[in-house]
């Protein structure tokens, strides 16, 4: 399944990410998420989805899961992450 998201930025460091069931702002400046909280938020999501079907197969609830995920980004250029934790 294809999944499509279009982030248009209206100047150099505000933008707007959109997909056909919401949109969310995005932000260089600490003004709404920076992109890489996008992208570890949305790393949370898929893992949490393998995590759910998981605990449904062995019939197990929970009322609530945290994640708490830190990236750390390399020094050099391009600072790609370099570790996920």
Known sequence: MAINVKTT??????????SRSGKAD???TGKNLAPYEF???GY???LH???????NKK????NEITYDI????????????KEVT
């Open 70 to 81: 830190t990236g750390v980004k390399r020094e050099e250029i391009p600072t790609t992450l």
């Open 9 to 18: 930025f209206t100047s150099d460091t505000e933008g707007i990410v959109e």
């Open 39 to 41: 992208f570890l938020g």
């Open 59 to 62: 019939k197990i609830s929970f």
């Open 49 to 55: 989805a393998t995590f759910k079907d998981i605990l």
């Open 26 to 28: 995005m932000s260089f």
């Open 44 to 46: 949370a999501g898929c």
